[in-house]
């Protein structure tokens, strides 16, 4: 797994972590008044690699790897979204995530050895912040107990559904016999939180001053802080108001993202904002209950959260979003300018004239739901046409490309648990009719100079 070394970077243990966090601390909030950026004057086009890509290096997902590199440049791609795992960047919490002897340090070579590999390529880097180490986060124990009674039976109302749950009890509790699916220990909230003086704050500023631009080596344009917060952290809400431990209190999640908006934004302060800044990227799931809450629910608690702290959202953070049930759906009506309605005269972040930017950065047309929505097409042509048309209608200034100025592609070679790819799962290259219709996109498109901060 070990793999060219990039630029080095300040060596941080945990306890380093935590220091320069807390001294970040009194940067305070963003002083930069909001302001505009002129209109986007194209889609800009990025695919998301996956998080095999970085998480496995040297998988067919890895930039470096095949034909990957062509493949983005014959289609006229204009950006790369990469996944920088917390833990597996920094397994060892007394080890620091720069240090050649943690075992995270091959990790962290791959993810320079890509970034610089899209540097020489000129594709725009999107760096995805994911996940939590248990160390992190406390659930070192029940990692050690992975699969056990005990680490599935941990907080189960916040992790697993209720029907999953009620069968796992139906056969004794016995994993054997059924593991129910229930969010990985990784996902839990740190009880300390994500806000300046935190690990979680330390970690981004490791990784904001090892790839901000204007770094001698890899950098990337953007990090986003969070990925599907209302899909993947946990808990979403309150404890149980009622006996039912399933039944519905309070959101809190949103306190999280704010949080983590907080630390980012004096981060980028102390460095006078050099890129920008991506949040809250939720899911634009359908689902509900305690695991999973409905992305409008959240943008509205967010929002609120942001003004009852007094938070100051500048014009280098911007609104990220998710998008498949509109690219698979087909529809004209995009959730996407429902979320831009949600924002207008309450966000002052990233925006033009037409009111806030929305960077869709993932998204994309799973052949289970071709099948599904379009039973009498081929499923490959369906999702080329789902593709084709989901860039045609973004690519119009009016209606569904409105301040949208970021379109995603979920991988290129397809992952057979989520299956968006262009190309058909690896070994094989086959290329599907999507790449045709992706690559048949418009080219280009806007990215904001760090100058307008």
Not at 31 to 46: N, Y
Not at 65 to 83: F, H
Not at 371 to 393: G, N, V
Not at 417 to 436: E, I, M, Q, W, Y
Request: hydrophobic share 45%; net charge negative; charged share 20%.
């Amino acid at each position: 797994m070990a793999d060219a070394q990039g630029a080095g970077g300040p060596l941080l243990s945990r306890r380093t972590l935590l220091g320069t966090a807390a001294a970040i601390t009194a940067v305070g909030a963003l002083g930069a008044r909001p302001g505009r950026a002129e209109a986007a004057t194209g889609l800009l086009r990025i695919v998301d690699l996956g998080q095999a890509a970085t998480l496995h290096p040297g998988s067919p997902a890895d930039l470096r790897v095949g034909d990957n590199r062509a493949l983005l440049t014959e289609s006229g791609t204009a950006a790369v979204r990469l996944w920088a795992d917390w833990p597996s960047l920094q397994p060892d919490g007394a080890l620091a995530p720069g240090d050649p002897a943690s075992p995270g340090a091959p990790f962290l070579a791959a993810l320079d050895g890509q970034i610089a590999a899209a540097n020489e390529d000129g594709l725009r880097v999107v760096l995805q912040f994911y996940r939590f180490p248990t160390w992190a986060n406390g659930t070192a124990e029940l990692a050690a107990v992975r699969g056990t009674d005990a680490e599935i039976s941990f907080a189960y109302a916040d992790r697993i559904a209720p029907a999953a749950w009620a069968r796992y009890v139906a056969v004794g509790r016995e994993p054997a016999a059924y593991s129910p699916s229930r969010r990985a220990l990784e996902f839990a909230v740190p009880a300390e939180g994500c806000g300046p003086g935190t690990a979680w704050a330390g970690m981004f500023a490791f990784l904001h001053e090892r790839y901000r631009p204007g770094t001698a080596g890899p950098f990337v344009d953007a990090i986003e802080l969070v990925n599907e917060p209302n899909f993947q952290l946990w808990p979403q809400r309150a404890p149980s108001p009622t006996a039912d431990p399933f039944a519905l209190g309070p959101v809190v999640v949103q306190r999280t993202v704010a949080e983590m908006m907080a630390s980012a934004r004096a981060v980028s302060a102390a460095a006078g904002h050099p890129g920008l800044l991506l949040t809250p990227s939720f899911a634009d799931s359908n689902q509900g209950g305690r695991t999973v809450t409905h992305y409008d629910e959240l943008a509205v608690a967010l929002l609120d959260e942001l003004a009852a702290t007094g938070a100051v959202v500048g014009p280098n953070e911007a609104w990220a979003h998710h998008d498949y049930t509109d690219v698979e759906g087909r529809v004209e009506a995009t959730k996407t300018q429902h979320l831009r309605t949600l924002l207008a005269g309450r966000w002052t972040g990233l925006a033009d004239a037409t009111g806030p930017v929305v960077l869709i950065t993932e998204g994309g047309a799973r052949l289970s739901q071709m099948r599904a929505l379009y039973p009498t097409e081929d499923p490959r042509a369906a999702q080329a046409e789902s593709i084709r048309l989901a860039l045609e209608r973004h690519a119009r200034a009016d209606g569904p490309g409105a301040g949208v100025w970021m379109f995603s592609q979920y991988t290129l070679h397809a992952d057979p648990s989520f299956d968006c790819g262009l190309l058909d799962a690896s070994p094989s290259t086959t290329r599907r009719p999507s790449f045709a219709a992706w690559s048949a996109g418009p080219r280009g498109g806007a990215w904001p100079a760090p100058g307008r901060w």
